[in-house]
């Protein structure tokens, strides 16, 4: 009885929350730019270039709200986040939202009051060690030191990891994927962990990658992917809508290319409904017309930015694997435009 | 010659409460009292409404959950399974033992750079000047990730120790530097008295402290009969004796051999080992906050008359004996008030552990733990609990200490 009282309490509070922290979309908008959350640097998600300026998977979606909202896809402040720091700096509304190989998880979704929109790497973390170790499964990794990054769920994967096969590892916790690479790369670890992805972006960057191998188990599923704050329905949609254009640009065969040409119009309705020349979904979201189209050719879709930033033709060389279509056995799928 | 008079007596008006000596602080401090709790209350009550306002609320039951998560480095028993009050637990206790062991070394590295700055010799004295300069203004975190840099840099990974002709072997067989941290043998008793072996280690501290109190007899009574009859007896060998026969004998009784570090699978294993977190975080505290306690020393020492020095060299007093019976005796009131904060400066350093991964309580409780339960506000208060009664702890024990040195005014 107590219960259900507490709960009712809570969902006015929540709904009351909803009513008084709506408005991203329009703070954004009177800002003129998007606020951003990153890692502080992970080559191939989110890292600065040589000059200066943020490239990667991850910066490639802040780009493309940007531009479905402002229209302008460099009109973005990328705030370089910590595993630590990420969740409060969005709680508190430091950064609009939060891009950043970051796990979907119920408490993360339920508890910490966040609203994932959707998943743009599915991932599952793995391990790396040299390969003069001579290991060629995680199972035999009985005493070993292992480097990994301090508050994430890697954190408590590899606990019940080693719980569940009953061996033994000496965790060393590490702040940034740099720190943990310098350990790694001195002795002072055995093994790395982190997502697969982060692994082979973090080995594309060793002097010698072919001394170090990736061990063939995969032990937790993670599926990486933006979020928001909890209670900002609007401003959940745009980004949830923006990922989901990208993802879709790639099913209907949109690219960078060909954009301006679709655009003009086509047989097929729903490419038109997507790129904003037929119905009225940008103006449901509170946007121009032809925000996807905006946030297509900010980066092109969702296969250009994977190819571009982590695909096999980059050093980081990964395969499209899970983050394929759905139509080539994949796991990407985005629900209508209509 | 004067007669005193009684002041006249004033009616008291509210005036005065300003323009009166009398009253004027006392006004002023109800008023900023006021002020205080008001903004205490605004705040408070602001973080309990945004807080509502997100859907959240304030609540400590998370610290009974299980963690989830492992620590390298514990002093008493935990597993993933434990609770976050478990975590906690650990981080605090490694928390105290590294600020325990830094206050120490870093008094140590003090006095002897106070002392050796005051040096006749020019270049002890620039030295140790140049000592405590660098240290002093440069941050302690990047002395922290300087160490622990140079440590894993330089020292050789366990994989060095390994194959025909290792790179690196292991000092007198039994002790190994790594970049991991070091490996030394652990006494153990093979026939103890006890049947655990911590009861078997409070006899050996029970001998000990039982040779203490003999050989403090001894010299006592050797003082004494140096007053009676101005001959003090020689006091070495029996103190020898009382310090070693007892201990001998009983580890000889109780067998004690040695469990060596071997170097396993992908680590040593067996032995003791002391982690290159704990390592490069005390070594850098001490040597860091050893710079400030050298200027408290040697401020403290300059702040006793020269003539002292020279009178008791008049009485014919080597160098050492006039610094250790003269000077720093009377330095110690000078030095002993700000010591107590550079204590409190060294515990409240240890934060920055996470730096090299050592689990302190920062890094479990305010580190991971917050992270993985998002309860950061109730985190961070119970962090604030703690540092705040430890320092009170640290600056109560040290004024006890302070008043017993303090120069007794009668």
Known sequence: MKKSVILGAATIAGLAAGAAMAGTVDDVKARGKLNCGVTTGLVGFAAPDANGEWQGFDVSLCRAVAAAVLGDANAVEFVPTTGKTRFTALASGEIDMLARN???????????????????????????????????????????????????????????????????????????????????????????TTDASGLAATRATFEAPDEHILLPEIISKEPLGPLVRHGDHEWGDVVRWTLNALISAEELGVTSANIDELS??????????????????????????????????????????????????????????????????????????? | ??????????????????????????????????????????????????????????????????????????????????????????????????????????????????????SNNWLVSKLMAVYVEIFRNIPV????????????????????????????????????????????????????????????????????????????????????KQEETGERPATLLPKLAIWLVPFVLLMIIMGLTWDVPELKRFNFSGGLNAGGPLIALW??????????????????????????????????????????????PQALRVIIPPLISQYLNITKNSSLAIAVGYADITATLGGITLNQTGRAIECVLLLMLFYLTASLLISTGMNIYNASVKLKER
């Open chain 1, 102 to 192: 970051t796990t979907w998880t119920f408490s993360r979704d339920v508890d910490l009051k966040f609203e994932f929109t959707g998943v743009n790497y599915y991932d599952g973390q793995g391990f790396m060690v040299p390969k003069a170790l001579g290991v060629s499964s995680a199972k035999e990794l009985d005493g070993a030191r292992v480097c990994i990054q301090t508050g994430t769920t890697t954190e408590l994967n590899l606990a019940d990891f080693f719980r569940a096969n009953n061996i033994s590892y000496e965790p060393v916790p590490i702040e940034t994927n740099a720190e943990a690479q310098q350990q790694y790369l001195a002795g002072a670890c055995d093994v790395y």
């Open chain 1, 264 to 338: 003009a119009g086509t047989d097929n309705p729903e490419i038109n409904r997507l790129l904003g020349t037929e119905g009225t979904l940008g103006e449901m979201l509170g946007l121009d017309a032809d925000w996807a189209a905006k946030a297509i050719k900010a980066g092109g879709n969702y296969g250009e930015i994977f190819a571009k930033n982590i695909g096999e033709e980059t050093p980081i060389g990964l395969a499209r694997g899970l983050n394929a279509q759905w139509t080539e056995g994949g796991l990407l799928y985005s629900p209508p435009f209509r």
């Open chain 2, 1 to 118: 010659m004067s007669t005193m008079t009684d002041p006249p007596k004033a009616d008291f008006r509210l005036s005065m409460l300003i323009n009166d000596t009398r009253y004027r602080s006392l006004t002023f401090q109800v008023i900023a009292a006021i002020v205080i709790a008001l903004s205490i209350w605004y705040l408070g009550n602001n973080l309990i409404q945004n807080l509502r306002a997100a859907g959240l609320n304030i609540s400590y039951a998370f610290l009974g959950d299980s963690a989830g998560y492992d620590i390298n480095q514990r002093l008493v028993e935990y597993d993933s399974q434990s609770s976050h009050a478990r975590a906690a637990l650990v981080g605090l206790l490694n928390t105290l033992l590294v600020a325990f062991l830094a206050c120490i070394t870093a008094t140590v590295f003090g006095v002897i750079a106070g002392v050796l700055r005051l």
């Open chain 2, 141 to 224: 975190l990047i002395w922290i990730i300087i160490i622990f840099t140079i440590m894993t840099a330089v020292l050789p990974a366990p994989s060095a120790f390994r194959g025909e002709n290792p790179t690196s072997s292991m000092l007198f067989g039994s002790f190994a530097f790594t970049n991991r941290g070091i490996y030394f043998p652990r006494p153990e008793f093979a026939n103890g008295l006890f049947a655990s072996t911590a009861l078997n280690w409070l006899l050996v501290i029970a001998v000990l402290i039982g040779s203490w109190f003999v050989s403090g007899e001894v010299e006592k009574r050797a003082t004494k």
């Open chain 2, 283 to 328: 070594f850098a505290l001490s040597i860091y906050t050893g710079a400030f306690i050298a200027e408290n020393v040697r401020a403290g020492i300059q702040a006793i008359s020269k003539g002292q020095t020279e009178a008791a060299a008049a009485l014919g007093l080597r160098q050492g004996r006039i610094m250790k019976l003269v000077i720093l």
